[in-house]
């Protein structure tokens, strides 16, 4: 393991979002670990999507040798983006005269600079300065695999993938992905969000490497196309370093602080509680909450369900109003086998208990390693974002999930989400996909023990970082 003199720091810029903070604070540790000093400079903007500072204070208070510095910033001023991901990626261009500020401030003590996949316009406040920089993709290998040979693939196909929804793209490295499964942002590949996220990605490679929050085992095909220069023909890619799984550790607040859902866990048979639960931002409409809910009761199984107010309701934080939402007398009747939180659970705590037997996720990368790390098998029903992709990775390359049916279409049907819960919960193909979910549990806390490949591969990236020095 390579040991650093704690002397000048590595400053962590995280883009919005709990999705990409988390990853960095576990970033940090790492760092931390080697004895080096780390600073989180995280965007304080009033747009949607920004962790507040009240968060961040939290944050700090929990992880105490961790330095966060938070970087006020005026509004982007574009709130009527459709995709969250344009909105992000604007604030992050109109942060850039207060990050350049803070650097400048803290030269000549900053040892490098680690920027978010949605930070890439900082490359040019570090190059100006001198910092060194890199990235760090909080999403699967696969996708940046994808993205990166996106330059090449696109003129061969129709101008959107709307036009092809069933037909089997290809790629180097990742199983083929139905192009209604790519991701969101690239389905239309002359619009200016395409264009942008290519863009974004693209100039990742002017970086001095790019870790990722995976790890080889996992996604060993997709490492092998990258490193073999599939992903980018006649242009060179910088080292890739898979350092992860990067995950929230399995107890986030002290006892003191235990959450009502984990009180009740524990009051569960092991194994027996399906967890619903989807990303930070997640929403279904009345209807769909509604069949959700007689699936949940149908299934005759126990759950621990995450419900907040449909994307009609004015606010994400708001508490839902379960009476009015679920269908009468469900919580009633489901009083013995079910448990409601309202709008926010500690998933990783929750994961990790031995009551959970399985979690229906939105698939969003953090929660995907989660369920991993944790050795729970899941039900995929993909949102947002890029979470189509990886769904598709989850089921038929890592063969950690099922698929849910219908989550194209308006509804998902309550007999839909009974089948998936009975199938992963009390069934003999339940029963195979947890072996071969505690198989990839085993193989992620092997790959970040002493000497194994996540390991080594964050000391080749320090070995880089010390390159810098001379
Ligand atoms: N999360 C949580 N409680 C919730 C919902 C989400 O702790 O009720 C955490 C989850 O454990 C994960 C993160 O929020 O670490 C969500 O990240 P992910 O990449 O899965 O999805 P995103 O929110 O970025 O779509």
Not at 382 to 389: G, I, S, W
Request: charged share 25%; glycine share 6%.
């Amino acid at each position: 393991m390579a040991v650093m003199a704690a002397q000048k720091s590595v400053i962590l810029y995280p883009s919005l979002g709990v999705g990409h903070l988390n990853p960095m604070v576990e970033l940090a540790k790492l760092f931390l670990r080697r004895g080096l000093a780390v600073v989180i400079a995280v965007v304080d903007s009033p747009d949607k999507d920004s962790v507040s500072a009240d968060a961040i204070a939290r944050l700090a208070a929990a992880n105490p040798d961790i330095a966060f510095r938070l970087l006020p910033v005026p509004s982007c001023g574009r709130e009527d983006y459709p995709h969250a991901v344009m909105r992000i990626m604007d604030v992050m261009r109109v942060a850039n005269p207060a990050l350049r500020e803070f650097l400048m401030g803290a030269l000549p003590d900053v040892e490098a600079l680690v920027l978010d996949m949605f930070c890439a316009d900082a490359l040019d406040v570090a190059a100006e300065l001198g910092i060194p920089s890199y990235f760090f993709f909080a999403s699967a290998l696969s996708y940046l695999a994808i993205m990166l040979r996106l330059p090449e693939y696109y003129p061969t196909v129709p101008s959107s993938f709307k036009d092809m929804p069933e037909t089997a793209l290809h790629f180097p490295g990742v199983p083929p992905i139905r192009a209604l499964d790519m991701a969101a942002t690239l389905q239309d590949r002359d619009s200016d969000m395409a264009k942008a996220r290519l863009a974004q990605c693209t100039r990742m490679l002017e970086a001095r490497g790019i870790l990722v929050n995976s790890f080889d085992w996992l996604e060993s095909r997709a490492l092998e196309a990258l490193r073999c220069g599939l992903c980018t023909p006649g242009r060179s890619t910088p080292p890739v370093h898979c350092i992860g799984p990067l995950v929230l550790p399995g107890n986030t607040g002290g006892i003191s602080e235990r959450h009502a859902c984990l009180e009740w866990l524990d009051t569960q048979p092991d194994r027996s509680v399906v967890f619903l639960s989807f990303g930070s931002l997640g929403r279904f409409s009345t209807a769909q909450l509604r069949e959700m809910a007689r699936g949940l009761e149908n299934s005759g199984q126990r759950f621990l369900w995450v419900v907040r107010n449909p994307p009609e309701h004015q606010s994400n934080s708001a508490e839902p109003d379960l009476g009015s939402l679920l269908p009468e007398g469900f919580l009633e009747r489901t009083r013995e086998r079910g448990f409601v939180v309202k709008n926010w659970a500690p998933q990783s705590e929750v994961l990790r208990h031995p009551s959970i037997g399985g979690f229906a996720t939105h698939c969003g990368w953090n929660s995907a390693l989660e369920g991993i790390a944790s050795g729970v098998p899941m039900i995929c029903w993909p949102l947002y974002a890029e979470q189509r992709m990886n769904k598709v990775l989850m089921v038929e390359e890592m063969k950690v999930g099922v698929a849910m049916e219908g989550y194209e279409e308006e509804l998902v049907k309550a007999e839909e989400v009974e089948t998936k819960v009975r199938l992963v919960m009390a069934s003999d193909e339940g029963e195979e996909l947890r072996q071969k979910v505690m198989v990839a549990k085993e193989m992620a806390v092997d790959a970040l023990k002493t000497g194994a490949s996540s390991d080594v591969a964050f000391d080749e990236f320090l070995t880089d970082l010390q390159k810098n020095r001379t």
